[in-house]
């Protein structure tokens, strides 16, 4: 089987980008792999082939619109034909499989919830008008043949806001590397980690990962660290965005020792082992990739219940946040899971346990079906 995928950036860390480059690398020995990006690695398997998609750099939405339209142009005049074309979302204008990682008008119709602000910034904002135009196109019957949404609560959203078929949409989680992500490995590197960071044995580390600071709620958790008031907790934020508004918020709060903010990174197993909690009070999260990550390695987790990952925390390892706008209760599940070392440690087990099938093994055996039901179709509707 010939398959394509899509992204603009194959090398980035992002969950899209590794989500695409788990499911290459998978089906790399069986299949015949095409990754057609902007931006192409040096270091990747040779069996997987990359095509260079020429595409702006800046401003932000046009590398999105010069991506979709230059691949689909691509893709049209590429011989022979891809039996597979495996569409990220609104990266191109042409697939077979779109994976949705999450349903961006269903975002917008949210945001509008949070106050005149985010109104004003998603009307003026020309990337949003570009994803909602692209999403408006794919999600329609006729241009696709499957569809794999990252959670049930975007599959939910597809056929509320797209009116798509139930039928054609499959909820189908990213998957998580246990064997990079694990307790055993998380322990061995951990009290390096948190000498090379500063930190002291009495210290307890909340540790949020995040890119969008203010939907992955970095403002409740540290106005959650302050009303807690212990000097010895501390919070890391890793992830790309504009600090400076959180930093002054530290500083207003009193915490702006304890909090530190850390850019993205390849390396964030050693956060993870540096951690004693996880904690992501979200107000829209399709998925959270990180989660299972967190969970991988054998953390606690707190988690927002609108999260596309919240199903698979309960009390025994973790605990769901009910208002995620509200910092009281945050503080009160931190303070539940770290001040109680018998409640961590039996969530640090169970935290494993649940995720341990969803490795990325079983994940790309589970594409991999789409993918012939898919081409199944494709040859039908062409005789």
Request: glycine share 6%; charged share 25%; with cysteine.
């Amino acid at each position: 089987m010939k398959i394509a995928y899509f992204v603009p950036d194959y090398t980035k860390p992002g969950g899209i980008e590794r989500y695409v480059r788990q499911l290459a690398r998978g089906l790399a020995e069986r299949a015949d792999i095409h990754v057609f990006t902007g931006v192409v690695p040096e270091d990747e398997p040779s069996k997987i082939v990359f095509h260079k998609v020429p595409m702006m750099r800046k401003p932000f939405f046009m590398q999105l619109f010069t991506f979709s339209h230059n691949v689909t142009n691509m893709i049209l005049r590429s011989e022979p034909e891809f039996d597979i074309l495996h569409n990220q979302g609104a990266n191109a204008r042409i697939q077979d499989v779109i994976t949705a990682h999450s349903c961006h008008a269903a975002w917008v119709a949210h945001s509008r919830g949070i106050g005149i602000k985010e109104q004003v910034k998603k009307t003026l904002n020309p990337l949003h008008h570009v994803l909602l135009a692209n999403e408006k196109y794919n999600y329609y019957p006729g241009r696709y043949k499957k569809i794999i949404a990252v959670s049930q609560n975007v599959k939910d959203e597809l056929v509320r806001y797209h009116n798509l078929p139930s039928d054609d949409i499959t909820a189908l989680i990213p998957g998580v590397d246990i064997s990079e992500f694990s307790p055993d490995k998380c322990s061995s590197i951990r009290n390096e980690c948190r000498k090379r960071f500063g930190l002291t044995p009495e210290d307890k580390v909340v540790l949020l990962v995040a890119n969008e600071f203010r939907r992955k709620g970095v403002g409740e958790a540290i106005t959650a660290l302050s009303l807690i008031g212990d000097s010895a907790l501390k919070l890391y934020v890793v992830g790309e965005g504009d600090n400076g508004y959180y930093k002054l918020l530290a500083r207003r709060c009193g915490v702006d020792k304890q909090v530190r903010f850390v850019n993205q990174t390849n390396r964030i197993v050693e956060y993870y082992s540096s951690a004693d909690i996880f904690v992501l009070p979200t107000k829209y999260e399709p998925t959270g990739l990180v989660v299972l990550e967190a969970m991988a390695c054998g953390l606690p987790v707190i988690i927002s219940r609108v999260a596309g990952t919240s199903f698979l925390v309960k009390n025994e390892n973790g605990l769901v946040l009910e208002d995620a706008y509200d910092s009281h209760e945050l503080a009160a599940k931190i303070k539940a899971l770290v001040y109680n070392n018998a409640v961590r440690e039996s969530a640090r087990r169970l935290s494993r346990e649940k995720v341990v099938k969803y490795e990325w093994q079983n994940i790309v055996e589970d594409t991999y079906k789409i993918y012939v039901e898919a081409y199944e179709m494709k040859k039908r509707n062409s005789r």
